[in-house]
């Protein structure tokens, strides 16, 4: 098990949310042709940072923890989002070819934030449409960075017993359940897999015990598991579910987002 660092960026601050919380909200203004829409996009906050993307960059560096992810949380084409992709330029600049990035990424942008420094990009909502997998998009993605450079962010809630991928920053369920069949599928299109589970994302009160065993029973790729640590315990439990084949991301009980965590001590657990 290895411990992924996180920078999550919301409306242009790190910060940590209550995963299932984030809404996008009306536009505040009328989109034309190529003009950038305004939107407001709430969440439920656990922690607002006051350092900069740069300030994690150069912690994580500095304590090499490489293949972290950064996260950008606005929608794609708004103003918001502009101000994410500047903090996370600063991340990155912080710690060249340590980090990962995600958010409102597609087959024909995905090259600019390779060459802004991220080792790979983060991508689900481009290649779902109407709900379903959109293999004509997997495939063009595929081909434009290669499937070395990809990390598909398979994140999950739970609904009728099984557990579903979301879109949209996690608002909208797909037809596609997470199960042996998808992983299957998609580890022919990536690296790796991020894998969020949305219903306890943010909240620190535990692991959502279903995806960690489905996805440790699995183990045909790198998998980093996020959501619900909110202790050592936790971490512990994780291993033993997970049968050493999935890593971990913290987010919102680090004592450096403001909970009760000492970095250093999840860095110890995890080895």
Known sequence: MRFRPCIDIHNGKVKQIVGGSLRDGDLLSSIKENEVCHEVSSAKENFVSEEDGAFYGSLYKKLGLTGGHIILLNPAGSEEYKKDIEQAKSALDAFPGGLMIGGGITADNAGSFLEMGATHIIVTSYVFKDGKVDMERLSKLKKAVGKERIVLDLSCRKRDNDYYIVTDRWQ???????????????????????????????????????????????????????????????IK???????????????????????????????????
């Open 172 to 234: 909208k369920f797909t037809e596609v359940k997470l199960d042996n069949e998808a992983l299957e599928m998609f580890k022919n299109y990536a690296d790796e897999f991020l894998i969020h589970a949305v219903d306890v994302e943010g909240k620190s009160k535990g692991i959502e015990e279903g995806v960690a065993r489905l996805l440790g029973d699995w183990g045909g790729l790198p998998i980093t598991y996020a959501g619900g640590v909110g202790s050592l315990d936790d």
């Open 237 to 271: 439990k994780l291993k033993e579910l997970g049968k050493n084949n999935l890593d971990v991301t913290v987010g919102s009980a680090l004592s450096i987002f403001g909970g009760n965590i000492e970095l250093e001590d999840v860095i110890e657990s995890v080895k």
